[in-house]
């Protein structure tokens, strides 16, 4: 079983920085990437960063030079770094762990975290 386990949410004012943090556990196989999404009130999800195995990462236009996604592949953890931040950030935050595989050899899969709070005020 995966278990995607996030911290490091809260509630800040806008300039101010948040660190949040997703290790994922459980006895699998390889994580290819993974990231944070994230959902407002009345808004679809959208991603907001994800970083590879390798280091190559991908930001929404709407964070970057703003955040900052970090990973350490040996504690299967991802670290998101959020300065500057905005009443627009303000969602929940979704960790995620894509493609991964179990056992080697099988399908990869993806799966996701329940989520955390970042609330900007103005």
């Known amino acids: 079983q995966v278990r995607l386990m996030e911290s490091g949410g809260g509630l800040v004012q806008a300039g101010e920085s948040l660190r949040l943090s997703c290790t994922a556990t459980?006895?699998?196989?390889?994580?290819?990437?993974m990231g944070w999404t994230r959902q407002a009130p009345g808004k679809q999800r959208e991603l907001v960063a994800s970083?590879?195995?390798?280091?190559?990462?991908n930001y929404a236009d709407s964070v970057k030079g703003r955040f900052t996604i970090s990973r350490e592949n040996a504690k299967n953890t991802v670290y998101l770094q959020m300065n500057s931040l905005k009443p627009e950030d303000t969602a929940v935050y979704y960790c995620?762990?894509?493609?991964?595989?179990?056992?080697?050899?099988?399908?990869?899969?993806?799966?996701w975290g329940q989520g955390t709070q970042v609330a900007v005020s103005s």
């Open positions: 995620s762990a894509l493609q991964l595989i179990m056992v080697a050899g099988t399908y990869p899969k993806d799966y």
């Open positions: 459980g006895n699998f196989f390889s994580i290819n990437a």
């Open positions: 970083i590879t195995t390798d280091g190559s990462t």
